[in-house]
């Protein structure tokens, strides 16, 4: 992998005419993002809205409603600035939006992304708090995910609202596997760690393709089990490389090995990780797809760096090879710090911490923009690295 920060051929670097941004200084980058926090915090004052993106010429967030598949990530983000700084005033707000998310648990299930509204809320939450009044809402959320498994396929329906597809599995849906397993160990029923463990088989088996890229979207025979299709949604073409999909799979599968002990899935996480490496660009960040035809003149996204670097640095904890660790810990690390330079932190530019994230690029829709879940990853990496460094 070639690192080399500030000879890019990054298109969304600024114009070698325009002034640089101040590189940071008054303390590190998670004390100046907790500061950031705190102040977009005191701006917010309607608990069931919840910022999403920031348009590319605005400064402020757009925001979004409970239902919303982002929704869970502005209370994760407040609950690491909470977790970092200890600080009462985010403390308040982590909890005022996180339980305005509530009525996810005990509604129908809509999709998979159950998981990311509930997990990196009441999850957070509850690790931090310990209130069981969150336990029991997760325990009922997991519940709540499960009612979308397909035990003929062996895996959950990601998106029922897209009828085109009778039984559709994405990439992405590996992420909220980990609610599943936490309730499966938490009091919830047993059968939550059967569908995780089956969902992530058939995941494996069928979304990860042979030279190690994943599909964004498995189509199944919803009566049979059978494979129909790979498709992306998000990605530039079915067998290209969207880069987000891959960073999901890699941080799905890691806890999926952390959770089941199983070698494929270790292997899965591996050869993921390994090929989201290879084709890094040479700063670092990835492209939002990695075989889009206009590279270099195609947005970043850099909420793909953000959520590989937990993947890996997840990873380093959990290889047993003392080279692999390293490898993996020094992957998650330098996305973290590239993140954390001028050409990506946001600064004084608009309320989020980063800049350069690309949400739906076939639609147009947050293209190189600040998406919150970019932000999310962003603060877990750097709260996970400070716990691997200390140890
Ligand atoms: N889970 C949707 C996305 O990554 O955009």
């Not at 298109?11 to 926090?37: C, F, I, R, Y």
Request: aromatic residues 12%; hydrophobic residues 35%.
């Amino acid at each position: 992998m070639s690192l080399l920060i500030f000879s890019c051929n990054n298109s969304n670097k600024k114009e070698s005419t325009a002034p640089l941004k101040q590189p940071v200084q008054n303390g590190t980058v998670l004390d100046q993002n907790v500061h950031k926090l705190k102040k977009t915090l005191s701006t917010l004052k309607s608990y069931d809205s919840f910022p999403r993106h920031i348009y590319k010429d605005k400064t402020n967030w757009e925001f979004v409603k409970v239902r919303d598949w982002c929704s869970g990530f502005w209370p994760g983000t407040l609950w690491y600035a909470y977790e970092a700084s200890k600080d009462e005033t985010i403390l308040k707000g982590a909890k005022q939006f996180t339980e305005s998310l509530k009525q996810i648990a005990y509604t129908e299930a809509r999709n998979h992304d159950i998981g990311f509204q509930i997990f990196c809320s009441y999850g957070n939450g509850y690790r931090l708090t310990g209130n069981e009044s969150y336990k029991q809402v997760i325990l009922d959320a997991a519940d709540t995910l499960a009612t979308l498994y397909n035990p003929i396929v062996g895996s959950i329906h990601s998106w029922p609202t897209r009828t085109q597809y009778p039984h559709n599995t994405i990439i992405d849906n590996m992420m909220n596997l980990e609610l599943l397993f936490w309730a499966a160990k938490n009091g919830g029923s047993k059968s939550l760690y059967d569908i995780a463990e089956n969902h992530a088989e058939v995941t494996m088996k069928y979304l990860v393709r042979p030279d190690s890229s994943s599909y964004h979207l498995g189509s199944f025979n919803d009566k049979t089990g059978a494979f129909v299709k790979g498709y992306t949604h998000q990605g530039y073409a079915d067998e290209s490389m969207w880069e987000r999909g891959q960073a999901w799979g890699i941080y799905g599968f890691a806890f999926s090995y952390r959770e089941t002990g199983r070698k494929d899935f270790l292997d899965t996480a591996i050869k993921l990780s390994d090929k989201f490496l290879q084709r890094l660009p040479e700063d670092g960040i990835p492209y939002w797809d990695f075989d889009d035809p206009k590279i270099p003149n195609a947005p970043k996204d850099a909420s793909a760096a953000a959520i590989a670097a937990c993947g890996f640095l997840e990873l380093s904890t959990l290889v047993d090879n003392p080279q692999l660790q390293d490898t993996y810990f020094k992957a998650g690390k330098t996305l973290i710090e590239i993140l954390s330079t001028d050409a990506y932190l946001s600064q004084s530019e608009n309320q989020a911490l980063l800049l350069h994230s690309t949400g739906n690029h076939p639609k147009g829709l947050e293209v190189d923009e600040p998406i919150i879940y970019a932000d999310y990853y962003f603060m877990e990496g750097l709260m996970r690295l400070k716990t691997l460094q200390k140890s």
